[in-house]
DNA sequence: CTCGGATATGTTAGCGGTAACGGCCTGACG
DNA sequence: CGTCAGGCCGTTACCGCTAACATATCCGAG
């Protein structure tokens, strides 16, 4: 039943508290705290240990409006269900672990209204910089962008135009490049499964590519098949389903993505079809997952955690007294055959 | 070529700048940008109008400073590539979408010592409430969330001592009631295969509340398998093959989570092994990802999604003057039986 | 016409820190 | 013994915004 030492116990603390405790200005506690300007060794022990016994957590508000500092990054991405952004992050995460920099993240939905005002809310926090996924924002978030006098990263794709920075691969190239694979391999009737895409505009860019390279070879899909929400395990077994049922003749899937991908060849498997000889299948992004199947699906990796990792050292890189130009780094996908394309 | 208004084209816009375009002093802008306080329309318009064309964007730092008032939650959970904590981010996105309130997500990676300085990190910016994952933290974390005088929730597990609310389920339940279905099935011969646990306590718990009823019914775990790190799938798969390899007697096997539980049933369906004939499979969680597998995985849905809204809801009328009243809400997962347990 | 009470706008004083600068003291050096 | 650099610590003035209060304006009732 001891009575706290001064004035209101719930109160939360401040730098006036720790001073009082050790008997030095507030100055000199901010100065120990931050680990900056000199403090004689007595002194410094004396101040921490106050702010040990007392608790004390230091006001990032305050400090923040007083030295015009943010330590915080944006992040901004579509959704974090899709076991493609998660490793993205741990790229980014690892990167500016010692720097002193912190991501904070914030997820669209793949809407751009909302990409705009989580954009919005983020920069009224005045973070160091913003690393966002995609080129396709409104003109509102192009324009808060460039205003906002910080670095910005655009990742995943580079077909567009970065308001400053950008790093990823070329999806419509992705697409071109797995489409004659498919090719060569001698497969004829193709198929794609993927995602609606109002705004998936990676997955349209690769359909681009595919169908851009197939009609070079004179080709066209023979059929295709849409979802969205939902198991994507099992959205891509039902259209698999779907698509065999309907085009019997067809001997190649393409899937927008390796989870539906994945869907599709438990299918196929326990359908018991010749995979690849009778049918193909390929799915894109590399994720870890396919591992632990059957047989390994056809795929192209997303260079994802990469993409985090160079995403943030050009933040980091610019928050430290870097340039102000605009980088674009291009990364180059390999395709992993699998087992799911013949030859 | 036009040069800007006033003074330096760089510099960031403050609501002075605001106030001088539109000729209203700054506080007044500040009541239109908020919507409080009673101001006239066409005066509105004008500074509406103002701060558009300008491309402001109001400086929370400041606001937050002055107000007392920051509109932030603190969710901190030990990963994001899990699966299971995206589900319960949705939840608690879902209930602070109309309540002003937005969540800032921390990764712990189930280090103990990076919860606390993520929590140290996160408390340094005033949030309006916690939600964080477990019951299991340090003194300084427990320490800091007791004083920082606003709503703590601990999320997931119920089974210890919360520091102000909780919202979970009990996992030494759900391992019993797991362990006794298995048994009320017939198997005798139970293997458990799941991750190593220094630091995932609920994992811990529910397998010890599995050998409390094993052991209740005079059986003992057969055979154990861990695991750390990698792709889930392919451990699963792995593991299945070291135990049934080892233990060729075993009749059931228990996994810790539904994903290594996937990749096991996958390597029994290659084998051509009978499931859930001559052995049975069970996993926990409940993932969407089950629903795509050739047969369904029996398993325990761990109420992800209502432990995110129900959390969210506490913080939120906590914040809104609600009461102090630590509250604890236990959820009950529903077992599953699926395909994988005969009967 | 006067006056009370909305309604609309401005003024002042911080919020809790930090940058910048200044003062004091010590010790080395000419 | 004066001087001065450098270590150590305090003072002052904000950072950009908002709470609280003060002031002006307008309107209709009495």
């Known amino acids: 039943m001891s009575s706290p030492p001064t004035s209101d116990p719930r109160r939360t603390l401040t730098l006036r508290d720790v001073s009082e405790a050790s008997g030095v200005s507030e100055m000199t506690v901010s100065r120990v705290l931050r680990n900056r300007g000199d403090v004689s060794g007595t002194t410094r022990e004396r101040v921490l240990e106050a702010a040990r016994r007392l608790g004390y957590v230091p006001n990032k508000i305050a400090g923040a409006l007083a030295s015009q500092r943010v330590n915080l990054v944006a992040v901004i991405i579509p ?12 790229g980014i995460t690892e990167t500016l672990e010692d720097t002193g920099l912190q991501p904070v993240v914030g997820i669209t939905n793949y809407q751009p209204d909302r990409e705009e005002s989580v954009l919005y809310e983020m920069l009224s926090w005045r973070p160091s910089g913003v690393i966002i996924a995609g080129l396709e924002h409104t003109e509102a978030s192009r324009a808060m962008m460039a205003q906002a006098g910080i670095p910005i990263v655009e990742i995943m794709d580079i077909d567009g135009t970065p308001v400053d920075s950008a790093v990823g691969i070329s ?6 490049q797995m489409a004659e694979a498919i090719i060569a391999a001698g497969y004829r009737n193709i198929a794609f499964l993927g995602t609606m895409m109002p705004y998936d505009h990676r997955a349209r860019k690769r359909l681009e590519g595919f169908e ?21 395990l099992l959205k891509g077994r039902e259209m698999t389903e779907a698509v065999l049922t309907r085009s019997p003749n067809v001997d190649f899937l393409y899937y927008s993505n390796d989870m539906i991908g994945a869907g599709g060849l438990l299918y196929c498997l326990h359908k018991g079809l010749d995979v690849p000889g009778q049918i193909g299948l390929a799915g894109f992004n590399g994720v870890e997952l396919l591992d632990g199947l059957p047989i390994r699906l056809a795929t192209m990796d997303a260079c994802r955690h990469e993409i985090g990792r160079r995403a943030a050292e050009i933040i980091a890189g610019k928050t430290h007294g870097g340039v102000i130009g605009g ?8 395709l992993q055959r699998g087992d799911t394309i013949r030859g």
């Open 327 to 334: 980088d674009i780094i291009e990364l180059f996908p390999t």
């Open 212 to 232: 851009d390279a197939l009609s070079k070879a004179g080709l066209a899909m023979v059929d295709r098949e849409f979802y969205s929400g939902g198991s994507a």
């Open 171 to 176: 999806h419509r190239r992705a697409g071109r």
């Open 79 to 90: 959704s974090m269900s899709n076991m493609v952004f998660p490793e993205v992050m741990t």
